[in-house]
């Protein structure tokens, strides 16, 4: 019914109806007072008994335009009939965008979709399937004027049977044009009949984007359980541990006090040690002599490829020959120590490995992470229509969350839970989910599917942040080598103090490895020993310098 006052022209009415329903006019009839129907038509306004149609709104003439205007207010009533196609929704998936009172909290939003879900599931029975629930909103608010009386029917197609009691609607008092009243409808699918005029695809999209943290945490975590498995034990028995210091080159015991690769040492340093321990001496009888007095099979693997290479099998060579054999061996002298040192490094529980794994580890991280970067343009495109608070708030928590998963799942794996520590990032790609389902079943609508996309691809990349952290560590457990180098750092700082801080040259190259500050009790060889000795050195010609 609609009161029209002398400037009445025309009525407007919305014909709301939640997404993705379409709504369609039938008729619209004009009651008269003596009991008469009269069917409107579409056509211009400013014709009597016509109204216009633009797919939501319907408004129409209530007098002529050339006509005079009514002496006093004058009721009329007009019935309206319109159907809607799209308007059922499965009762499992999530419910159409509702139309809540204006200026409802969000709190009690929230619950009265909770309370429209659980209500929609306690009544579907055995057959949840087969349950459909019709949202609509009669009397659609933003109207033009109040409603004084409400007479509404509801009539569905054959292949639905109707479920549950009808419910009327009595107003007590005018409905202002602001309000509106939600409704909800169960029906059930006959047996054998199509589902027309539904919607499936939008409903089970938006439930299989909120679970795809959920899935995706249970692919990671299956790919990590493997990689763990697959992990290659240690191969070969294991290598007995030094019994002094000296028995490993300086290079690889100053290595196992930090966290980069020994360095080869060059041929000189290796003549030098030799030379210092009185490995090598030189035997001034006429003629000139070089000796060995050390067996090959007691040295380090520099010494000993540098003594094989310019003795051969002989422990004494006259001191002009072994001038020459130097001079012959030229570059291959240097490729035969190096060699020789890469085996002492791998030999030595695969040591060299491991500082380039402690290498590649965090740089591994670093490119597996940058993807998480996504969020800084995902979250906001998600959250389109909130504040740049809001959105800030998003933004920061999205990545918090990634973080903690990551260093959770890290600690986790350096404690040696092994692959129990992607338990944390599994756990918590199921609580992502789980929050991710409840936004969408209890927001105050449905998310379009572009944002739900948004936030699964956010959701996706705080899960995977959490794996990356639970991945299999590539740098090797702390080798035994290494804990028995930091004792005998211990020992060479006490042999350091008894003997004054005083140590002979041939031992000195160990204690300066370990960190530690000697003094000579004697004189080494001299830095150009080689040279003076065998007429070779180990650098290349200085730039400037003619060849000999």
Same mark, same amino acid.
């Given at each position: 019914m609609v009161v029209a006052s002398g400037e009445s022209f025309a009525a407007t009415r919305w014909l709301d109806t939640r997404r993705p329903a379409v709504p369609e006019l039938v008729e619209l009839v004009r009651i008269d007072p003596a009991g008469g129907e009269t069917k409107l038509e579409a056509g211009s306004l400013w014709e009597r008994d016509r109204y216009e149609w633009n797919g939501a709104t319907v408004t129409w003439a209530l007098r002529p335009g050339s006509s005079a205007p009514w002496e006093a207010p004058t009721t009329l009533a007009y019935r309206l009939r319109w159907k809607v196609r799209g308007a059922l929704t499965p009762v499992w998936g999530p419910r159409p965008e509702a139309r809540p009172m204006p200026a409802s909290p969000l709190g009690e939003r929230l619950a009265a979709r909770w309370r429209e879900t659980r209500d929609a599931f306690g009544k579907a029975g055995r057959s949840p399937l087969r349950r459909w629930v019709l949202d609509l909103n009669v009397a659609a608010p933003s109207r033009e004027g *109040?409603?004084?009386? $409400? &007479?509404?029917?509801?009539?569905?197609? &054959?292949? =639905? +049977?109707? /479920?549950?009691?009808f419910r009327m609607v /009595? $107003?007590?008092?005018?409905? *202002? +044009? &602001?309000?509106?009243?939600?409704? +909800?409808f169960l029906f059930d699918r006959r047996p054998g009949a199509g589902p027309p005029g539904v919607d499936l695809a939008g409903p089970a999209a938006l439930v299989g984007l909120a679970l795809v943290p959920a899935a995706?945490? @249970?692919?990671?975590? /299956? %790919?990590? $359980?493997? /990689? =763990? %498995?697959?992990?290659? *034990?240690?191969s070969g028995s294991p290598v007995p541990l030094p019994e002094r210091p000296e028995a490993i080159s300086p290079e690889v015991f100053a290595s196992l006090f930090g966290e980069s690769a020994p360095l080869a040492p060059v041929v000189d340093e290796v003549w030098e040690r030799l030379r210092n321990e009185?490995?090598?001496? @030189? &035997?001034?009888q006429e003629p000139p002599n070089l000796v060995l007095q050390k067996d090959v099979s007691d040295l380090r693997p520099p010494e000993a490829a540098f003594v094989r290479s310019l003795f051969g099998e002989r422990s004494a060579l006259p001191l002009a020959r072994a001038r020459e054999v130097a001079a012959g061996l030229g570059d291959r002298l240097h490729e035969a120590v190096d060699q020789a040192f890469d085996g002492e490094v791998v030999l030595r529980v695969g040591e060299a490995r491991r500082f380039e794994a402690s290498r590649r580890d965090g740089a591994g991280d670093r490119a597996e992470l940058f993807p998480t970067a996504l969020v800084l343009f995902l979250v906001p495109l998600a959250l389109g229509a909130a504040s740049v608070p809001e959105k800030a708030a998003g933004i920061a928590g999205a990545l918090a969350l990634a973080a903690g998963l990551f260093f959770a799942a890290r600690k986790g794996r350096d404690a040696g839970f092994g692959s129990l520590c992607a338990l944390g990032p599994a756990v918590g790609s199921v609580l992502l989910a789980g929050f991710l389902v409840a936004w969408t079943y209890l927001h105050e609508g449905p998310p379009d599917h572009f944002p739900a996309l948004l936030l699964s691809g956010t959701a996706l990349l705080v899960v995977r942040a959490g794996f990356v952290g639970a991945r299999p560590g590539k740098a090797r457990?702390? +080798? *035994?080598?290494?804990?028995?180098a930091l004792a005998q750092r211990e020992a060479l700082h006490e042999r350091l103090l008894r003997g004054g801080g005083e140590v002979e040259p041939g031992e000195a190259p160990w204690f300066r490895a370990a960190g530690l500050k000697v003094s000579l009790s004697e004189p080494g060889v001299a830095d150009d020993d080689l040279e003076t000795v065998l007429g070779s050195h180990s650098g290349e010609e200085e730039q400037g310098e003619p060849e000999s």
């Open positions: *109040p409603i004084e009386a $409400l &007479d509404y029917g509801l009539v569905g197609d &054959d292949a =639905w +049977s109707f /479920a549950g009691s /009595a $107003l007590d008092r005018a409905l *202002p +044009s &602001d309000e509106g009243i939600d409704l +909800s995706a945490g @249970v692919f990671l975590f /299956a %790919r990590t $359980l493997f /990689a =763990w %498995r697959r992990r290659q *034990p240690e009185k490995v090598v001496v @030189v &035997d001034r457990e702390e +080798s *035994p080598l290494r804990l028995w």
